[in-house]
């Protein structure tokens, strides 16, 4: 059974930084994209498009990131520790969300695994 279990959320104040972990269990294929994505309260989640926030390709290591993160977020994978990561700098109030991870297998048109996600909280 294929789990994802988010970490790192937590409250921080306007500029500072936060790391967020994704890390993947009972998965075994090798290609596949693993995609940060964001809900805030009352919105609907950030990134209609597959690409979300911020995801990498398993194989190529291609990266993606939506134009309200980019320069601020920087994802990167641990493949020894089925990890990925989500290193947010610069945070700002409207950063608060609950974010997401999710994996896309190769060939699949949607992410078919989901964590349950983690809150970010940015606030002075």
């Known amino acids: 059974q294929v789990q994802l279990v988010e970490s790192g959320g937590t409250l921080v104040e306007p500029g500072g930084s936060l790391r967020l972990s994704c890390t993947v269990s009972g998965f075994t294929l090798d290609h596949y994209t693993i995609g940060w994505f964001r809900q805030a309260p009352g919105k609907e989640r950030e990134g209609i498009s597959p690409?979300?926030?911020?995801?990498?390709?398993?194989?190529?290591?291609?990266?993606h990131y939506g134009d309200s993160v980019k320069g601020r977020f920087t994802i990167s994978g641990d493949k020894a520790k089925n990890t990925a990561y989500l290193q947010m700098n610069q945070l700002k109030p409207e950063d608060t969300a609950k974010y997401y991870c999710?994996?896309?297998?190769?060939?699949?048109?949607?992410?078919?695994?989901w964590g349950q996600g983690t809150q970010v909280t940015v606030s002075s």
């Open positions: 690409e979300g926030v911020s995801c990498i390709n398993s194989i190529s290591e291609m990266t």
């Open positions: 999710g994996v896309q297998p190769f060939g699949s048109a949607d992410y078919d695994y």
